[in-house]
Nanobody
Framework: VQLQASGGGLVQAGGSLRLSCAAS????????MAWFRQAPGKRREFVAT????????YSADSVKGRFTISRDNAKNTVYLQMDSVKPEDTAVYCC????????????????WGQGTLVTVSS
């Protein structure tokens, strides 16, 4: 499966942004989907994941209550709704797909899209 992320940009602290990740070349509903991020000079960090069909989600504590992951299997797309963003949310956000159950480990995911940059100004 190939993944294409979009929707990044510059947003003020407290604002909102929605990222999208379109999948192609596979059966989208077969894949657990996730978002990870990497800030300059920092390690890649798990953000959120969503299961294949039932839509079970799990998010990192750092974004819980502010970010929401969702998916539309009919559109082969996973979303990350980012609300109440903070400057520390500034990072390159990548989507990932895997055939295992939801997990925060990047080892669980086999396919990765290119990143989309989110910059939060204070």
């Amino acid at each position: 499966v190939q993944l294409q992320a979009s929707g990044g940009g510059l947003v003020q602290a407290g604002g909102s942004l929605r990222l999208s990740c379109a999948a192609s070349g596979g059966t989208f509903s077969d894949y657990t989907m996730a978002w990870f991020r990497q800030a300059p000079g920092k390690r890649r960090e798990f953000v959120a994941t969503i299961s294949r069909n039932v839509g079970v989600t799990y998010s990192a504590d750092s974004v819980k209550g502010r970010f929401t992951i969702s998916r539309d299997n009919a559109k082969n797309t996973v979303y990350l709704q980012m609300d109440s963003v903070k400057p520390e949310d500034t990072a390159v956000y990548c989507c990932a797909a895997g055939r295992r159950k939801i997990s925060s480990s990047p080892d669980n995911y086999d396919a990765w899209g290119q990143g989309t940059l989110v910059t939060v100004s204070s």
